[in-house]
């Protein structure tokens, strides 16, 4: 006698309830990895988390590599911030946190939340490398600052089909690995968790943007444009002024 196959319904409530089971065992497996001294493996977990990326033809491969390159960088940085605590807590914290992008954030596709998760993936990952490797040769980390940039503008910028979404990507990537080139000769930290290079392209990128949300959903105008820039401007200024530049540099 043969038995009947059971198959699970993909828009079903018990595979939603399996999915959201997943999502938060997830980050309490990579908790529990990096508090037991395995991060190596807590990063690799994650990878093996996106195995359908290569379920593929190999010639896909690649392509979907960048199309979940901004979760990897969330979920690589959180292991970061994970190992470098010390408060089990923390790591708690960071946990739920990883939950709440899995659950709620990286599955939504409108252009507003795509936009959100492209600036958290690259503030994380720039807070994440500067901010625990900065002792690094300054290649790695204007390598490391072009990729992360790249993968967050590049995502930012699909989600409103742009035709010129690699080249803008790369000029933004260029740019923040000029801005990785020359502040990493200071390697400053705000309340010693901040890097500098994070605060400044996450204030420019933000900028950049919130700009180009307005234009393509409403339109930008010429006020709000000036106001945008001249809010990028103070808040860079205030960084140069009020920092240390000298004490800081070796």
């Known amino acids: 006698m043969r038995l009947p196959q059971v198959r699970i319904n993909p828009t079903s409530r018990v595979a939603a309830t399996l999915h959201v089971v997943y999502m938060v065992l997830l980050p309490l497996l990579v908790l529990s990895l990096v508090r037991s ?3 190596g493996a807590a990063l690799v977990v994650i990878v093996l988390s996106k195995w359908r990326m ?3 033809k190999p010639r896909y491969w690649l392509a979907n590599v960048r199309a979940n390159s901004v979760d990897m960088i969330v979920g690589f940085s959180v292991v970061i911030f994970m190992s470098q605590s010390e408060v089990l ?8 946190i990883y939950s709440f992008w899995l659950i709620f954030i990286k599955p939504k596709s409108t252009p507003l939340m795509i936009s959100v998760q492209a600036l958290i993936a690259q503030g994380f990952g720039l807070v994440a490398v500067f901010n625990n490797f900065s002792t690094w040769n300054p290649v790695y980390l204007v390598l490391f600052a072009w990729v992360i940039c790249f993968c967050a ?19 933004w990537a260029i740019f923040s690995a000029e801005m990785a080139l020359i502040l990493s000769h200071w ?4 309340a010693n968790t901040i890097p500098q290079i994070a605060l400044v392209l ?17 339109g930008l ?19 140069i002024v009020f920092t240390e530049w000298q004490s800081e540099t070796f």
């Open 89 to 96: 807590m923390t790591s708690f914290i960071w946990s739920g």
């Open 153 to 171: 503008s590049k995502h930012l910028l699909m989600a409103f089909e742009e035709e010129l979404n690699r080249p803008l990507a790369h000029l």
């Open 54 to 56: 290569f379920a593929v």
């Open 37 to 39: 001294g395995f991060t």
């Open 187 to 190: 390697h400053i930290a705000y």
């Open 202 to 218: 996450s204030v420019i990128g933000y900028v950049l943007a919130l700009g180009y949300y307005l234009q393509k959903t409403r």
């Open 221 to 239: 105008s010429k006020s709000f444009r000036q106001q945008l820039l001249t809010f990028s401007m103070v808040i860079i200024a205030i960084i």
